[in-house]
């Protein structure tokens, strides 16, 4: 009671802005049971009656679901593999470069599709790739090469979304990497030069490991997202030619359960990639504070 | 001696040339998108590069203006940025405050629980049954309430809290003034700049985001900006256009680009705005929460 009367005001306000967290992403934890139940919408979530782990014995038994896993795995492989390490090299680059305008200049640029939606961004790509209008089919042509429709090609997607990941947050995924490069002493870079060494071996030596922590944690919080990454995008990418390598368990969730009313059997999919992905980021969190003692790690 | 002379000439003209490519690669579609909105129907249907608008139209702009949709998603848009805003502000304050005083009573499994909602999410099926017996399906709010409880933004703010000297806080105490007024008038004037970068984060989701639009809300006059604009360049939808009581209409690709146009310009205006905060901003997000 003493506590409730000292901290009334601060209680109130906490629990204004808890409310909403309790509802919005802890009311969606109550829906979740429909993974065990065969969910009728005119029985509701409470009146559907229990069926077990049907619904997942089914998923496992499904040769959709192992194709749709495939997907989602090697697709966040490949985010991971190359565009995660992206903003990194760039942030290195710009960090080499002398003049501040330069810099100034490449950094507003690549900034800038940060800032436009994915919407805009597949439309053009889209565009850009198509055989008769698109501009790449033009530069193929230079070389002798005959326009291919990049965008219905099973083959082609994964490398497009890869590339469109990295160009959209380039830029932006640099600031923090650059941040930190500016932080670094500048003594450490002229003892490094008196001592003879040239612009590679300081890179390596003394650049990379003065952003290992940022990289350590960026690489945890990147993972925080992993499996449910880029599912605007690849919803604006993907059409039906390309679901054998592109379709991926959200775009599989919202297509079969949102709009053919499967629901249990959707949410069961969508409980199973959200428990992988906590998996995934409490054995990274582990691992970064293995390799760094203790002293990184997001808690 | 000889062979760090060329490194040392190669290697910066090496970065020199990658970087342009890169800037090279970002601007080209903007002007191609602005040369081709503005083109004549033959000029757009040629394939390859366009640099300047040829045979000078504008008939895609048109059409798109009198499309009425163009106008609800605009003014959907407007309110989720204003109201979404608003309410993420309100909400973020009100968590990371209360959080970032020593004494409040059990802190660390508060900061836990918002922690879970980080790693985990319930998924695209239970949420949209939430949605739905909530009554927020079709509805503008289903926009903005989901959204303002973002737990990324709530660490950032309570690690600025904390960075608040506590003898600022404790002599406004002695003096008599209670928590929501320190919180008032002495803890957000001083907080300016995590609250405009929050702000700023938000505006951007806000008027980029479509998801939500897609799952929830099938009533076209309800559809924000962005969804609009998805079914004219990513659905193809372009009929409304074409089959109009216009003798010539636009060509699909003008029109296209035209969207292109429509839909970003806000961001673009803001642009220079974003650029001078968001930087800043992202250096208070690393803050360790």
């Not at chain 1, 490449?106 to 198509?130: A, D, N």
Request: aromatic fraction near 14%.
């Amino acid at each position: 009671m003493k506590t409730i009367r000292r901290h009334g005001e601060l209680l109130s306000l906490f629990l204004f802005a808890f409310l909403f967290f309790f509802i919005f992403k802890y009311g969606p934890l109550y829906g979740v049971i429909i993974a065990f139940k065969d969910f009728r919408v005119v029985d509701g979530i409470m009146g559907s009656p229990w069926v077990g782990l049907q619904h997942f014995q089914e998923l496992f038994t499904n040769s959709d679901f192992y194709r749709l896993l495939k997907n989602t795995l090697l697709l966040n492989l490949y985010l991971l593999l190359f565009a995660f390490p992206a903003p990194i090299i760039l942030a290195l680059l710009l960090n080499e470069v002398r003049s501040r305008y330069f810099q100034r200049f490449i950094q507003m640029t690549m900034y800038l599709p940060h800032f436009v939606s994915w919407v805009i961004m597949s439309g053009l790509i889209i565009y850009f790739l198509s055989p008769t209008t698109g501009v790449l089919a033009e530069i193929v042509g230079w070389f002798g090469g005959d326009p291919v429709f990049y965008m219905g090609k099973k083959e082609y997607f994964r490398p497009i979304v890869v590339i469109s990941a990295i160009l959209k947050d380039l830029g932006w995924g640099s600031i923090i990497y650059f941040a930190a490069l500016t932080g670094i002493n500048p003594e450490l870079q002229e003892s490094a030069i008196i001592d003879g060494a040239n612009r590679w071996q300081r890179m390596i030596k003394i650049n990379i490991p003065s952003i290992m922590p940022t990289i350590a944690i960026m690489f945890i919080l990147s993972l925080g997202g992993f499996l449910s990454a880029n599912f605007e995008q690849i919803i604006n990418l993907l059409n039906p030619v390309t679901y054998e390598t592109g379709d991926v368990i959200d775009t599989y969730v919202y297509r079969v359960g949102l709009q053919q009313f499967q629901y249990s059997y959707t949410a069961a999919i969508g409980l199973f990639k959200s428990l992988v992905g906590l998996l995934l980021i409490l054995s990274a969190n582990l691992l970064v504070r293995k390799l760094s003692r203790g002293e990184s790690g997001l808690w | 001696m000889k062979a760090k002379r060329w490194q040392d000439r190669i290697a910066p003209g090496m970065i020199y040339f990658v970087l342009a490519s890169l800037a090279l690669i970002v601007v080209y579609p903007f002007i191609h998108v602005i040369a081709v909105s503005f083109s004549g129907r033959g000029e757009a249907l040629r394939s390859g590069f366009h640099f300047i608008p040829r045979d000078f139209e504008w008939t895609a702009y048109r059409e798109l203006l009198n499309y009425p949709f163009i106008w609800s998603g605009y003014s959907n848009t407007l309110f989720r940025m204003v109201v979404g805003t608003v309410l993420t502000l309100l909400v973020t304050v009100c968590a990371a405050y209360p959080l970032s005083r020593p004494d409040f009573p059990i802190k660390r499994f508060l900061i836990l629980l918002l922690l879970f909602t980080m790693i985990f999410d319930g998924g695209i099926v239970p949420s949209y049954l939430l949605m739905k017996e909530l009554h927020l399906l079709n509805s503008l709010w289903v926009y903005v309430l989901p959204t303002a409880a973002n737990a990324f933004q709530v660490l950032v703010m309570l690690s600025f809290f904390r960075s608040i000297p506590d003898a600022l806080i404790e002599a406004a105490r002695i003096d008599g003034a209670r928590d929501i007024r320190i919180l008032f008038r002495i803890v957000l004037p001083l907080s300016i700049p995590p609250l405009v970068t929050i702000g700023l984060w938000s505006m951007v989701h806000h008027i980029n985001a479509f998801m939500d639009n897609l799952l929830y809300v099938t009533d076209q006059s309800k559809f924000v900006l962005q969804q609009v604009i998805r079914q004219i360049l990513i659905e193809n939808k372009i009929d409304p256009f074409t089959t109009a009581t216009n003798l010539v209409p636009p060509a699909p690709e003008s029109l296209k680009m035209a969207s292109v146009i429509v839909c970003t310009l806000p961001v673009l205006v803001v642009y220079p705005f974003l650029l001078k905060y968001f930087e800043k901003g992202t250096m208070i997000g690393s803050v360790k929460g």
